[in-house]
């Protein structure tokens, strides 16, 4: 079980941190990601990154402002999230794969978090 939290309100140019607690396994050979929705469209690819977190990928759209990260330790997954824009708002779903290699395709993943909505405002 995944567990989104952290989301709120925001000004644009602000920042926000997400976080994403596992529960029920150990997630340290899971590939694990960052997907957004905003209504009417698809869930789409934010960050990504392997099971080690040694490799890691980002929608070009958040490129330079947010940074993934992950502590096998403690089960949890971070996003951080700087210079936000209008345009981030969108409900924010963490995923995991069993699988140390990441996907940014949302079909890949297993296992989902509930959603948690950021909104910026301009």
């Known amino acids: 079980q995944l567990q989104a939290s952290g989301g709120g309100l925001a000004q644009a140019g602000g920042s926000l941190r997400l976080s994403c607690a596992a529960s029920?396994?150990?997630?340290?050979?899971?590939?694990m990601g960052w997907f957004r929705q905003t209504p009417g469209k698809e869930r789409e690819f934010v960050a990504s990154l392997s099971a080690s977190g040694s490799i890691i990928r980002y929608a070009d759209s958040v490129k330079g402002r947010f940074t993934i990260s992950r502590d096998n330790a403690k089960n949890t997954m971070d996003l951080q999230m700087g210079s936000l824009k209008p345009e981030d708002t969108a409900v924010y779903f963490c995923a995991a794969r069993s699988s140390v290699v990441f996907y940014t395709t949302p079909n890949s993943y297993s296992y989902w978090g509930q959603g948690t909505l950021v909104t910026v405002s301009s």
């Open positions: 029920g396994r150990t997630v340290s050979s899971y590939a």
